[in-house]
Nanobody
Framework: QVQLVASGGGLVQPGGSLRLSCAPSESILSIYIMGWYRQAPGKLRDLVATLSGSGGTNYADSVKGRFTISRDNAKNTVSLQMNSLKPEDTAVYYC???????????????WGQGTQVTVSS
């Protein structure tokens, strides 16, 4: 029963940078997909970036070239480096992880509690 804890959010000016981190409550031996999603006020939760167990990445068009997802296996964390932030990036960011394809297809997996990112001058 894995719990994810997200951190690193905050207030930043447009054009600034933030780095989000996600740490599991226990060791995860295998990962099918780990990623970051975000939810703006009044909006649905949308995909930001994902990282597969084999190293493949996928990014939303709106963040491609600005955000980078990575994993530190030694520290058991996944990070999201966010550069050139825009006001439109303001949202609560959630970490997600699932350990098998079957669970992923069924909508299962672990979610972090979310960390607030606010981009404003």
């Amino acid at each position: 029963q894995v719990q994810l804890v997200a951190s690193g959010g905050g207030l930043v000016q447009p054009g600034g940078s933030l780095r989000l981190s996600c740490a599991p409550s226990e060791s995860i031996l295998s990962i099918y997909i780990m990623g970051w999603y975000r939810q703006a006020p009044g909006k649905l939760r949308d995909l930001v970036a994902t990282l597969s167990g084999s190293g493949g990445t996928n990014y939303a068009d709106s963040v491609k070239g600005r955000f980078t997802i990575s994993r530190d296996n030694a520290k058991n964390t996944v990070s999201l480096q966010m550069n050139s932030l825009k006001p439109e990036d303001t949202a609560v960011y959630y970490c997600y992880a699932v350990t098998s394809l079957s669970d992923y297809l069924r909508g299962f997996g672990a979610w972090g509690q979310g960390t607030q990112v606010t981009v404003s001058s």
